[in-house]
T-cell receptor
Framework: GESVGLHLPTLSVQEGDNSIINCAYSNSASDYFIWYKQESGKGPQFIID?????DKRQGQRVTVLLNKTVKHLSLQIAATQPGDSAVYFCAESKPSGTYKYIFGTGTRLKVLA | DAGVIQSPRHEVTEMGQEVTLRCKPISGHDYLFWYRQTMMRGLELLIY????????DSGMPEDRFSAKMPNASFSTLKIQPSEPRDSAVYFC??????????????FGDGTRLSIL
């Protein structure tokens, strides 16, 4: 069936280092991908999105890479800070504007001081 | 800017009671989504609305669950009667359609529901 999965459930990174969070998706028809950050007791917070006509998109300290050949999505966080500690979710959406997301299981990012 | 507002933030009630969760989407957004999050199943879409009309309720677990959107600024998710297995965090999200393209959904901070 369709699924969006994450390779690493927990990622520990030293403060100041770069973080890379990975996500695999299975539906080649998906054309929109999005990353969320969820802190304890809060709702998912939009970080960055990318459409299938792009390979890379940059935001403030974050970069999303999309490899459609192997159906892989990654989120890179530069100079990781303690405030980046959270659970990160990727999600995919199929075309036709259904607006339904399929969420991955999440990766917990721990930033070590 | 005001984000998605949900109430109550926490709800503890006994099995069999009616539970009503409330959501105010971001002003101007025309899509509203209800999700449930548990450790076992992650984030699950329950139902979503477009311009106050339910579009897809295939994620609603059973007839005990119902959702309404009487106007563009308010939606409710009701569980009657509630059961312990309904315990979860319920999120509301909204988004704005731009042409036929997907746009980010913006989430509220959720209602943590505990059914005893």
């Amino acid at each position: 069936g369709e699924s969006v999965g994450l390779h690493l459930p927990t990622l520990s990174v030293q403060e100041g280092d770069n973080s890379i969070i990975n996500c695999a998706y299975s539906n080649s028809a998906s054309d929109y991908f999005i990353w969320y950050k969820q802190e304890s007791g809060k709702g998912p917070q939009f970080i960055i999105d990318i459409r299938s006509n792009m390979d890379k998109r940059q935001g403030q300290r974050v970069t999303v890479l999309l490899n459609k050949t192997v159906k892989h999505l990654s989120l890179q966080i530069a100079a990781t800070q303690p405030g980046d500690s959270a659970v990160y979710f990727c999600a995919e959406s199929k075309p036709s504007g259904t607006y339904k997301y399929i969420f991955g299981t999440g990766t917990r990012l721990k930033v070590l001081a | 800017d005001a984000g998605v507002i949900q109430s109550p933030r926490h709800e503890v009630t006994e099995m069999g009671q009616e539970v009503t969760l409330r959501c105010k989407p971001i002003s101007g957004h025309d899509y509203l989504f209800w999700y449930r999050q548990t450790m076992m199943r992650g984030l699950e879409l329950l139902i979503y609305f477009n311009n106050n009309v339910p579009i897809d309720d295939s994620g609603m677990p059973e007839d005990r669950f119902s959702a309404k959107m009487p106007n563009a600024s308010f939606s409710t998710l009701k569980i009657q009667p509630s059961e312990p297995r309904d315990s979860a965090v319920y999120f509301c999200a909204s988004s704005l359609r731009v042409g036929a393209s997907n746009q980010p959904q913006h989430f509220g901070d959720g209602t943590r529901l505990s059914i005893l």
